[in-house]
């Protein structure tokens, strides 16, 4: 089915010198991210690491990376069809990995599109030796 969702924002401030968001900006007060699946500093035992992210307010996107501590290579949790972020730890090695989760919003400009995060999670699981 087709839909339409739509809402507005009123801001009422004394601040003289307060700026207005642009057209096509909203106000970020209402953003948040909640993640299921893994805890900082739990011990990742399972083959696949799935993460469930409940975004809320006006993030276009979710990026949901992790990275070895001391090394620069990021990993890209795959997006799966159930809305499920999963990333598979069969293969790497262990040690502790720092895990952030962004709720971006994409803007178009004359540039080309940015993408600019707006709420981030990070936290650090542990992968024990196999």
Partial sequence: EDGYCAYGEVVLTQ?????????????????????FGARDGQTITEETLALTVLPTGNLDE??????????????RFRKERDGRYTLN?????????????????????KRGM????LVTVTMTVTLPPR
């Fill in 15 to 35: 601040d003289e010198k307060f700026i207005p968001p642009l057209p096509h900006a909203g106000i970020d007060w209402f953003n948040s991210l909640t993640v």
């Fill in 62 to 75: 979710i990026t949901v990376s992790a990275e070895k501590k001391g090394e620069r290579r990021t990993l």
């Fill in 89 to 109: 730890t069969r293969l790497l090695p262990p040690g502790d990995y720092v895990i952030t989760v962004s709720g971006l919003r994409v803007v178009r400009e």
């Fill in 114 to 117: 940015q993408a600019d995060p």
